[in-house]
């Protein structure tokens, strides 16, 4: 593990500043990603709805 000049806490904090945030409430928000919806495979909707129909 690298070492820093700067204890941990600090370091993060330098980090959240360098990415634009000011607290980390919102630096975990915005790097959990839970806002970016996930894409729908319409393809392999369709295919499983095929199969039911064929039952």
């Known amino acids: 593990m690298p070492?820093?000049?700067?204890d941990?806490?600090?370091?993060f904090r330098a980090y959240r500043n360098s990415l634009g945030f000011?607290?980390?409430q919102d630096a975990k928000k915005f790097l959990s990603g839970k806002n970016v919806p996930a894409?729908?495979?319409y393809e392999y909707?369709?295919?499983l709805l095929r199969r039911l129909r064929e039952i």
Do not use: L, V
């Not at 070492?3 to 700067?6: A, K």
């Open 8 to 11: 941990d806490s600090q370091y």
């Open 45 to 47: 909707i369709d295919r």
């Open 3 to 6: 070492e820093f000049t700067m």
């Open 22 to 24: 000011t607290n980390q």
């Open 39 to 41: 894409g729908i495979d």
